[in-house]
């Protein structure tokens, strides 16, 4: 049971009138508790592993970035695994973490850290794009899988993943790619061969919705360069999440307020055409714009609202607001901790300079938060 729900369950429909998007939170809904505070690096990423570890990530998208992985140890980020291989090598691309975008633990305590290989949205480095496992008890990296050519496009950006080990001979992994040039799509990974393939590529459901245009606080968010006309923000599939009992994957494109479904069997099923696929594909309705999805090992599906602030739950067919305050500017990635909580990070993507014409409106620190859902993480193994 949630304490700290709203105790009026608003359908999407009704909360996502044209008048409510946009709206700045006036007041706060549910106990939102500060996890941790950064005052240097913008940090996107957020795992909580089984025993208590949170893990961050900070992308390399313009801020000084020392360590683009981290452990948060007595309320301070340490570089994880080390600082040497946090060192951007693109000699060795497979070598060293060069822009990280995601770190999930997987259900056999390991952490994998995604690496987009694409520091400031650049092409992705080639040979860099990849999957790195480091095992929790020895922290020590126990695989890498670097992702092949025909997966990563030029303009692929890989953004999330999520984990079934009871799949094939060491399981399987789905990501997203959130291309902001070129098109979205979903990935999937054999982790035990390294083969991965992409699925729903150009899709309407891993695209940007082309009638999309965010507000927040009021003001339309667009792209806004020092110089030159203000452009539409377009990023592709991003958030991702894996139902409770493994049969269902969830995503939805950042420039979008749906949420999209489909079977995990027939994704990776590839005797199932992409267009045939496409049919089963099942839109959840007006969720909220949301970056980063979580799910929990009672059923339930978590994404934020971005632009009003909000933290929302799709339970029984209906979404919900947990959380709502001022303090949740830009809620991105969220992960469910085996403590009863959902962590997520507030960073204010949407101040940085690139949407206000060169001007950082950024104020540190941005925030881990976390809220009480008394429920834990999937875990499929």
Do not use: C
């Not at 489909?262 to 714009?289: E, F, H, N, P, T």
């Amino acid at each position: 049971m949630f304490r700290y729900m709203m105790t009026t369950a608003l359908t999407a429909a009704a909360l996502y009138s044209t008048a409510g998007v946009g709206f700045a939170a006036e007041k706060t809904i549910g106990k939102i508790e500060t996890v941790a505070t950064f005052s240097d690096a913008m940090p996107t990423g957020v795992s909580v592993s089984g025993d208590g570890r949170i893990f961050v990530n900070y992308p390399r998208w313009g801020d000084n970035v020392p360590f683009t992985v981290a452990e948060i140890v007595n309320g301070k980020a340490v570089a994880y695994p080390n600082a040497e291989i946090n060192k951007a090598d693109p000699s060795k691309p497979a070598k060293s973490f060069l822009s990280v975008q995601s770190v999930v633990v997987d259900p056999a305590n390991r952490l994998w850290i995604l690496d987009t290989a694409a520091p400031g949205f650049q092409a992705p480095i080639v040979g860099g794009a990849k999957m790195v496992a480091i095992d929790l008890s020895t922290n020590q990296i126990v695989k890498t899988i670097v992702f092949p050519a025909d997966v990563i496009l030029p303009s692929t950006y890989v953004n999330d993943v999520r984990f079934d080990l009871r799949q094939g001979k060491e399981g399987v992994a789905y990501l997203t790619d959130s291309s902001v040039t070129g098109p979205g799509g979903l990935i999937v990974v054999d982790i035990a061969s390294g083969k991965a393939f992409r699925r729903l590529t150009g899709d309407k459901t891993t695209s940007p919705d082309p009638t999309f245009i965010p507000v927040i606080d009021g003001q339309k968010l667009l792209n806004r360069p020092k110089s030159g006309k203000p452009t539409p923000f377009n990023v592709a599939s991003d958030g991702i999440a894996l139902s409770a009992d493994g049969e269902t994957l969830y995503y939805s494109p950042l420039s979008s307020r749906h949420l999209y479904s489909v079977s995990a069997a027939a994704l990776r099923d590839l005797s199932i055409s992409d267009s045939d696929l496409a049919k089963q594909i099942k839109d959840w309705g007006l969720k909220g714009a949301s970056d980063g999805l979580e799910a929990d090992d009672k059923g339930r599906i978590y994404g934020g609202d971005y632009e009003n602030h909000r933290v929302r739950v799709l339970e029984r067919g209906k979404w919900k607001t947990i959380a709502q305050s001022p303090e949740i500017q830009w809620p991105d990635t969220f992960s469910t901790g085996s403590d009863g909580y959902l962590y997520f990070t507030a960073n204010q993507l949407d101040r940085q300079p690139g949407f206000h014409e060169g001007k950082d409106l950024r104020k540190k620190p941005y925030k881990l938060l976390r809220i009480k859902i008394d429920a834990g993480p999937v875990l499929l193994k």
